[in-house]
């Protein structure tokens, strides 16, 4: 199924921001365009980086340029296509302070 992504403009906006990661960015999102996903596994086909979080969090954590940045996405598969919502967006060490508390799991920066 197709993947729609949900507040694409908050990537944008963070990476207006940081410029260190618009290229990153860009090919990450380039890569979404042509995503085919029916179960979360597929998400790793796409994307090898990525870690899927469990405790049924439904939630993806994608390493961008090189694991300079972290992106964690809650997902949803539809009837016809999957949603994905950008919950939080920052550095690597930024992640690792998140992961310490286990907020991983319920952020909601966005």
């Given amino acids: 199924m197709k993947v729609r992504l949900v ?3 908050t990537i944008l906006d963070y990476a207006k921001l940081n410029a260190g ?3 990153p960015f860009r090919l990450w999102l380039s890569g979404l ?3 085919d996903w029916d179960c979360p596994a597929d998400i790793l086909d796409t994307y090898g980086n990525t870690d899927l979080l469990g405790d ?3 939630r993806a954590v994608f390493d961008i340029g090189g694991n300079n940045y ?5 997902y949803w598969f539809g ?3 999957v949603h994905l919502y950008v919950k ?3 550095t690597h060490a930024e ?3 998140i992961c310490q508390s286990n907020l991983q799991y319920i952020i909601e920066a966005y």
Avoid: D, E, H, L
Avoid at 70 to 74: E, Q
């Fill in 56 to 58: 049924g969090s439904k």
């Fill in 33 to 35: 365009k042509y995503a």
């Fill in 21 to 23: 990661c618009r290229s």
């Fill in 70 to 74: 972290r992106m964690i996405c809650k």
């Fill in 7 to 9: 507040k694409k403009k």
């Fill in 88 to 90: 939080w967006i920052g």
């Fill in 95 to 97: 992640y690792t302070k």
């Fill in 79 to 81: 009837a016809t296509r």
